[in-house]
């Protein structure tokens, strides 16, 4: 199993908390969500597998898919967002040739350092609710839970282009994504599948 995931988590949020200072004292009026309630999405996101499915000697690929994402504001700094990606099939050589199909969902409530900023860094926390099952290959005589849940931890960073368009770099740990096989014919009945990955995205959003 690969380290990295808490490595780059852990020194993206270190980034973001040493930079909330410069970005306030650069920054300019206007409210954490400058006056807005909502806000509406597209990102593309990067979904990086953290760990080998079934041990050292299986693998899953990471893939770009989208995502939309929807927001709603609290106040100056706070605000809670729900993104829902598409569901995508990851290719991997632990079923035989089938493939991993994945719809992520996170819920996370997110805090802005710097309200007044056009550069505004962010933490978030909250939770994940994946959707997955298994497409060709094994497929046919072997399924995966249809669901899982876990916690998830973000970094990122907004850059205000206009008065209601943003930019958005974001990262989140998807943790407690591990499905469990189904039926015995393929004999990795009862394993659990660990993905747990990173999800790297850049979008844009426009905000009332």
Known sequence: M??????????TALATAFLSPCVRAAGES?????????????????LDPQSS???PYSSISGKVYPEIEGEWFF?????IELAIGAPTNFSTNAFDGAAIRLMPITWTAKYRFAPDSRLRPYLG????YTQ??????YASYTTLESSTAGVVAQAGLEFRASPTWYVNLDIRYLN??????????????????KIDPLLYSVGVAYRW
């Open 176 to 193: 407690g994504l591990e499905p469990s096989t189904g039926t015995a014919q393929s004999g990795f009945s009862g394993e659990s599948v």
């Open 75 to 79: 106040g100056r700094n706070w605000s």
């Open 132 to 137: 997955s099952s298994l497409e060709g290959g």
């Open 30 to 46: 206007g409210g954490g969500g400058d006056g807005s309630v909502f806000q509406l999405g597209l990102r593309a996101v990067y």
């Open 2 to 11: 690969r380290r990295i995931c808490v490595r780059h988590l852990t020194a």
């Open 125 to 128: 926390v909250g939770l994940q």
């Open 53 to 55: 499915p079934l041990g």
